[in-house]
């Protein structure tokens, strides 16, 4: 049982059916009837009534639907002959052939509640489907990380610092995936990114990060940006001397190979 927000209106059947050979005041009424019945705690089976078995009074209807008893009587009466109503002896009215004609009614609501079942499901995507919670996944990850760091120290290779580190989790956490963008720069250049270049970026990020419309575009930008401050900062730093350096020519290379922008 349950109280319906709409009822059902067959457009052809309303212009050109039987009805329309009705007076205005009966078909206004039949509709009012129609919505009665919809909006009563009995509407999925098109009764009237204010309990099981209890209807209303022609003076509470009447009152309802803002007509005359008069009127209320013609139009109850009409629309028992032909077939439209039944009324049992409690005044309890039913729509004859209610389901019939307002099953759509269900079918809609089910397949609006299938629909905002299925709306919901990102929001609890990890609670229902995931065995394993969102902060565990990120450790996971996190852990995966600092393993693939400690091979590149045995291989040789660059290993950041706890400082460096922590600015991309804090980039990463604002849904910035920094580190599938720094794997892909490498894979292209075939180059390791010096540690302050990469804290450069990372602080650009977090001042501009809201004016961040495209992310590889903008990332290659602020590699070659953050690649020519530090240039400049070792250039200084060794009075020239850095710029005979081999990473000094990796830099050199990066900034050659800015045009990855539209890679």
Not at 13 to 38: F, H, K, Q
Not at 100 to 123: G, L, V
Request: charged fraction near 35%.
């Amino acid at each position: 049982m349950g109280r319906r927000t709409w009822i059902k209106i067959f457009a052809d059947n309303w212009l050109t059916g039987t009805l329309r050979e009705e007076t205005s005041s009966i078909r206004g009424t039949w509709i009012d009837v129609l919505a009665l019945a919809g909006d009563s705690t009995y509407g999925d089976e098109g009764l009237i009534q204010v309990a099981d078995g209890v209807g209303l009074t022609d003076e509470q209807i009447t009152a309802i639907l803002c007509i005359t008893i008069n009127q209320w009587s013609e139009a109850k009466q009409r629309l028992i002959d032909t077939d439209r109503i039944q009324i049992s002896k409690h005044n309890v009215i039913k729509i004859i052939k209610w389901k019939r004609y307002q099953s759509e009614y269900e079918r809609t609501k089910e397949a609006q509640k299938r629909y905002r079942e299925k709306k919901s499901i990102p929001q609890n995507y990890h609670s229902k489907l995931s065995p394993i919670p969102i902060k565990e996944k990120r450790e996971e990850r996190r852990e995966k990380r600092d393993k693939e760091i400690s091979k590149d120290s045995k291989a040789g290779k660059p290993v950041l610092s706890k400082i460096t580190k922590d600015l991309l989790d804090k980039v990463y956490k604002q849904g910035f995936n920094i580190y599938a963008l720094l794997g892909r720069f490498k894979k292209k250049s075939k180059i390791n990114l010096p540690e302050a270049v990469i804290e450069k970026v990372c602080n650009s990020y977090l001042k501009n990060h809201e004016k961040i419309q495209n992310d590889w575009p903008w990332f290659i930008t602020a590699v070659e940006k953050a690649s020519r401050e530090y240039f400049a900062e070792q250039s200084i730093k060794e009075n020239q001397e850095y710029k005979k350096q081999p990473v000094a020519q990796s830099i050199k290379e990066i900034m050659r190979i800015a045009g990855l922008k539209g890679g």
